[in-house]
């Protein structure tokens, strides 16, 4: 089951994160972040304030009255660095990805604070200037970093923003608030996943019905956090075997947030593992109805190859379904490079794989023998041109081993095939084609790969891909909802 799509929060930095469970709940406007091995945590008390995202080991805050959001985080550094050194860490971070150069600049210390004040334009809203301000605080190796901001207009100077930060400060054995309870039930999940161990989910359902308790008190996360607590928590029970109530909690969360794709996806999933045709194909229709409320760059699904509705492989009304959603699921988007553009291509029956890293997405085509792969990369290029396609192709022609078919150039595409070597596990040797193609400001580049040889059929399919391949102009992500 694609359950990646639900989740939000990386695997390796839950693995990172705990809180330690208390009796005692955070006060309703406090606020905290913590790691690992720590007793203590970074709080700060915001009244006014909601949370606007969240993601772990890092939190933004926003209080519209006063357009005002404060960003709170803590990350792991080296052993003995000290608050000084985590803002001149922050601060060239933020100068590494600012849209536009700071200004204003100005480095002070107020203890156990080191800050950093800096004016410079709103990347969301130029020519509107914004006005910074960050707190950074060192202890036991870890930076903990507090930074607010407001308008220039509203905040003039770096003193006005300070009262935002007056209350921040680090605390022993801090009370559990209902995203302390997430991160340490995603803790349990992610754990439990790859055995699919029962004790573990247990432990998981214990810590997020703990924070929907909360929540039901006294609301404070931001939709995709209650969603990711939500739909993981129904997965839990599923997965310990409690079908029943993993059935009453997407049924819950439908009616609770009925344009969510993902909780009606996980309710068509729910039916279907429970054999109930209809109301499976009528949850599948309603999620893929609203698949456009998906946050940027997230993906349904693929029903096709998830194996909770294998029961309806024969039913025809399911393989008609399949077929009116094969357009959306073989139809993939990359911005390219340069800004402004898109290339589309068709990918039939390909399922994003786990591999996808480093500006490489993987997809893979599952069939009756071996899959077949296929790797798509984007890089910039200003002046890209076939003969350059061709020569990228011919330098990694001297890198890599292997038994190399000559590189050609077709048209506007340069392509070599060449045997790899065989896996660890001693199968066959690996037949790859790997083709290079102008984007405007941009080479895309195409590797498709399987155990053995390509069989006529996998050619056939690799020329209707090329075929698919458009460049066009890119429109605005609509927000999800």
Same mark, same amino acid.
């Given at each position: 089951?694609?359950?990646?799509?639900?989740?939000?929060?990386?695997?390796?930095?839950?693995?990172?994160?705990?809180?330690?469970?208390?009796?005692?709940?955070?006060?309703?406007?406090?606020?905290?972040?913590?790691?690992?091995?720590?007793?203590?945590?970074?709080?700060?008390?915001?009244?006014?304030?909601?949370?606007?995202?969240?993601?772990?080991?890092?939190?933004?805050?926003?209080?519209?009255?006063?357009?005002?959001?404060?960003?709170?985080?803590?990350?792991?550094?080296?052993?003995?660095?000290?608050?000084?050194?985590?803002?001149?860490?922050?601060?060239?971070?933020?100068?590494?990805?600012?849209?536009?150069?700071? &200004? *204003? $600049?100005?480095?002070? +210390?107020? !203890?156990?604070?080191?800050?950093? %004040?800096?004016?410079?334009? /709103?990347? @969301?809203?130029?020519?509107?200037?914004?006005?910074?301000?960050?707190?950074?605080?060192?202890?036991?190796?870890?930076?903990?970093?507090?930074?607010?901001?407001?308008?220039?207009?509203?905040?003039?100077?770096?003193?006005?923003?300070?009262?935002?930060?007056?209350?921040?400060?680090?605390?022993?054995?801090?009370?559990?608030?209902?995203?302390?309870?997430?991160?340490?039930?995603?803790?349990?999940?992610?754990?439990?996943?790859?055995?699919?161990?029962?004790?573990?989910?247990? &432990? *998981? $359902?214990?810590?997020? +019905?703990? !924070?929907?308790?909360?929540?039901? %008190?006294?609301?404070?996360? /931001?939709? @995709?956090?209650?969603?990711?607590?939500?739909?993981?928590?129904?997965?839990?029970?599923?997965?310990?075997?409690?079908?029943?109530?993993?059935?009453?909690?997407?049924?819950?969360?439908?009616?609770?947030?009925?344009?969510?794709?993902?909780?009606?996806?996980?309710?068509?999933?729910?039916?279907?593992?429970?054999?109930?045709?209809?109301?499976?194909?009528?949850?599948?229709?309603?999620?893929?109805?609203?698949?456009?409320?998906?946050?940027?760059?997230?993906?349904?699904?693929?029903?096709?190859?998830?194996?909770?509705?294998? !029961?309806?492989?024969?039913?025809? %009304?399911?393989?008609?379904?399949?077929? @009116?959603?094969?357009?959306?699921?073989?139809?993939?988007?990359?911005?390219?490079?340069?800004?402004?553009?898109?290339?589309?291509?068709?990918?039939?029956?390909?399922?994003?794989?786990?591999?996808?890293?480093?500006?490489?997405?993987?997809?893979?085509?599952?069939?009756?023998?071996?899959?077949?792969?296929?790797?798509?990369?984007?890089?910039?290029?200003?002046?890209?041109?076939?003969?350059?396609?061709?020569?990228?192709?011919?330098?990694?022609?001297?890198?890599?081993?292997?038994?190399?078919?000559?590189?050609?150039?077709?048209?506007?595409?340069?392509?070599?095939?060449?045997?790899?070597?065989?896996?660890?596990?001693?199968?066959?040797?690996?037949?790859?084609?790997?083709?290079?193609?102008?984007?405007?400001?941009?080479?895309?580049?195409?590797?498709?790969?399987?155990?053995?040889?390509?069989?006529?059929?996998?050619?056939?399919?690799?020329?209707?891909?090329?075929?698919?391949?458009?460049?066009?102009?890119?429109?605005?992500?609509?927000?999800?909802?």
């Amino acid at each position: 089951m694609h359950r990646a799509r639900v989740m939000l929060l990386p695997a390796v930095l839950l693995a990172s994160l705990s809180i330690a469970l208390s009796a005692q709940s955070l006060a309703r406007d406090a606020y905290s972040v913590s790691l690992l091995g720590k007793k203590w945590a970074l709080l700060i008390d915001l009244p006014g304030f909601a949370v606007e995202r969240y993601g772990g080991d890092s939190m933004i805050l926003y209080n519209p009255q006063k357009d005002a959001r404060v960003v709170m985080g803590v990350e792991q550094r080296s052993r003995g660095v000290t608050s000084a050194q985590c803002r001149d860490l922050f601060l060239s971070e933020i100068r590494m990805n600012a849209k536009y150069p700071l &200004r *204003a $600049i100005n480095l002070f +210390e107020r !203890a156990p604070f080191a800050f950093a %004040a800096f004016v410079t334009t /709103d990347p @969301a809203a130029p020519p509107r200037a914004l006005r910074y301000l960050n707190a950074s605080l060192a202890r036991d190796g870890v930076c903990s970093d507090l930074q607010v901001r407001r308008p220039a207009q509203d905040a003039p100077d770096a003193a006005s923003l300070l009262p935002f930060l007056a209350t921040a400060r680090l605390e022993e054995n801090p009370p559990s608030g209902s995203f302390d309870l997430l991160r340490q039930g995603e803790v349990e999940f992610y754990k439990a996943e790859p055995s699919f161990n029962k004790e573990d989910y247990k &432990r *998981a $359902i214990q810590m997020y +019905e703990k !924070a929907l308790e909360m929540e039901s %008190a006294t609301p404070r996360m /931001d939709k @995709a956090s209650w969603r990711l607590l939500t739909n993981h928590l129904g997965i839990a029970y599923e997965r310990t075997g409690d079908a029943q109530t993993a059935l009453e909690i997407f049924q819950g969360a439908v009616r609770k947030d009925p344009g969510d794709p993902i909780f009606l996806y996980n309710l068509a999933r729910t039916y279907a593992r429970a054999k109930d045709l209809a109301d499976a194909l009528d949850n599948l229709q309603k999620a893929f109805a609203v698949k456009d409320r998906l946050p940027a760059g997230e993906r349904m699904p693929d029903p096709r190859t998830d194996p909770d509705f294998s !029961a309806f492989a024969t039913e025809a %009304a399911f393989q008609q379904q399949l077929q @009116a959603l094969a357009g959306y699921l073989d139809h993939y988007e990359f911005p390219v490079p340069g800004g402004g553009l898109k290339l589309t291509i068709e990918l039939p029956r390909f399922s994003p794989s786990g591999d996808s890293e480093n500006g490489t997405s993987v997809f893979s085509r599952e069939e009756k023998d071996q899959p077949l792969r296929a790797a798509i990369t984007l890089t910039a290029g200003e002046s890209a041109t076939p003969e350059a396609c061709l020569q990228s192709l011919q330098d990694f022609q001297q890198q890599v081993s292997g038994v190399f078919v000559r590189p050609y150039q077709a048209g506007s595409i340069a392509m070599m095939e060449y045997s790899g070597e065989p896996d660890s596990s001693g199968g066959q040797y690996r037949r790859v084609l790997l083709i290079c193609q102008p984007a405007h400001t941009a080479y895309l580049f195409l590797e498709f790969s399987r155990e053995g040889n390509f069989s006529q059929a996998d050619r056939d399919l690799i020329t209707q891909i090329l075929n698919s391949i458009r460049v066009v102009e890119a429109t605005p992500v609509p927000k999800s909802k």
